[in-house]
């Protein structure tokens, strides 16, 4: 499997971008899927989380509210819609998955088998 994100870039607070993380193969009723991101100098963070169901997502305090995660089964494709970005919200953006499990934490890194490259997200204030 691999993973590929796309639509990160420069972009002044308050302002939106649509991140994408388009798969090579699979389909996502087998799959859970996350986004996290790294600023410079800090630990990867977790973002979003997204049951293999499609029911039910996982968002850190940090971005709930402004950000939304969502799927396109037809194209294979994963959405990060960012509204009212901040400086903070600065860093490199993965997206993750892992095949469906029982038992799942999303916010855990260990929980994901497949990462992508990343995309950048700088917010200027």
């Known amino acids: 499997v691999q993973l590929v994100e796309s639509g990160g870039g420069p972009v002044q607070a308050g302002g939106s971008l649509r991140l994408s993380c388009a798969a090579s193969?699979?389909?996502?009723?087998?799959?859970?899927m996350g986004w996290f991101r790294q600023a410079p100098g800090k630990e990867r963070e977790f973002v979003v989380g997204?049951?293999?169901?499609?029911?039910?997502?996982y968002y850190s305090d940090s971005v709930k509210g402004r950000f939304t995660i969502s799927r396109d089964n037809a194209e294979n494709t994963v959405y990060l819609q960012m509204n009212s970005l901040k400086p903070e919200d600065t860093a490199v953006y993965y997206c993750?998955?892992?095949?469906?499990?029982?038992?799942?934490?999303?916010?855990?890194?260990?929980?994901?088998?497949?990462w992508g490259q990343g995309t950048q997200v700088t917010v200027s204030s």
């Open positions: 993750a998955t892992k095949r469906r499990q029982s038992v799942w934490t999303p916010a855990l890194s260990d929980a994901y088998d497949y």
């Open positions: 193969e699979w389909t996502f009723n087998n799959y859970n």
């Open positions: 997204l049951w293999y169901t499609g029911s039910r997502t």
